[in-house]
């Protein structure tokens, strides 16, 4: 199941910053996604995109605003993907997938399928101390598609990876997107990364943050594993908004 998300945030304060004095990090910010969408979140480097995260995930709830899921009535369940795959050493792979999992919503078959498009089916039941840092990326990726959520954060998930390794892992990624939809929110700095994803690209400038900018991507999806039109689309992306070149 998908849902509609409708984020109002009017401000989000740290009491205090480096200087002592309280710090606004967001401010006035509006964002929608729509049900099934694939929204990446683009800005400079402490803008504020890890703590929206946050909010929308319900984990901080000290600030100034609404976080709505579609019918207010029905249940949702948000998936994380973190920069730290935070995969439990002394559990194997398919137990730590298994773990995120409620009696009601166990489901084997869906496990394995995911561990095979995720080429991890093999490594099962290893622990996570015998697997690369991609590896247990993909792992944490399995375990968030595993528990079927409504929404799915994603907070830079393939950073530090290989430039090779990153784009198997984001293919992988948009295979299961595309079987099993959901509601995805991503946050990114690699503007080239963000094309090769989103349905939408919501940029947020330096706090207190706010969306300055909202681009749908029409970029044909058999285009996006090719480097040469995705650099075509962003050089045209900021041509057309010049604003943007300094928030990526």
């Known amino acids: 199941m998908t849902t509609q998300v409708r984020i109002e945030v009017s401000r989000k ?3 205090a910053s480096v200087n002592g004095l309280p710090l606004t990090v967001l401010a006035g910010l509006s964002l929608t996604l729509d049900a099934g969408e694939f929204v990446c979140l683009v800005g400079p480097s402490g803008c504020g ?25 029905e249940p949702h369940r948000v998936g994380h993907v973190f920069q730290e795959p935070r995969l439990l050493p002394w559990r194997t792979v398919r137990q ?21 498009v995720m080429e991890l089916s093999a490594f099962q039941h290893q622990y996570p101390e015998r697997l ?9 990726l399995v375990r968030a598609f595993a528990i079927k959520p409504t929404l799915l954060i994603m907070d830079e998930p393939f950073v530090s990876l290989d430039a090779p390794i ?7 990624l948009v295979r299961v997107w595309h079987e099993r939809p959901h ?33 749908q991507v ?23 908004h010049p604003d943007v070149a300094r928030l990526v």
């Open 132 to 140: 690369s840092l991609g590896m247990s990326r993909r792992v944490a």
């Open 183 to 215: 509601t995805v929110l991503f946050v990114t700095h690699d503007l080239r990364e963000a094309i090769a994803l989103a349905d939408r690209l919501a940029f947020l400038c330096a706090p207190p943050a706010r969306v300055v900018a909202e681009v």
């Open 13 to 15: 304060v740290f009491p």
């Open 49 to 73: 995109k890890s703590t929206l995260l946050n909010i929308v995930a319900g984990l901080d709830r000290s600030f100034e605003g609404s976080v709505e899921f579609g019918d207010s009535a």
């Open 218 to 240: 029409d970029l044909p999806r058999d285009d996006r594993g090719r480097e040469s039109a995705i650099e075509a689309f962003r050089k045209r992306l900021i041509a057309d």
């Open 166 to 172: 990153a784009r198997r892992i984001r293919e992988q």
């Open 96 to 116: 730590n997938i298994e773990l995120a999992l409620t009696a009601e919503d166990a489901d084997a078959d869906l496990v394995d399928h995911l561990l095979d």
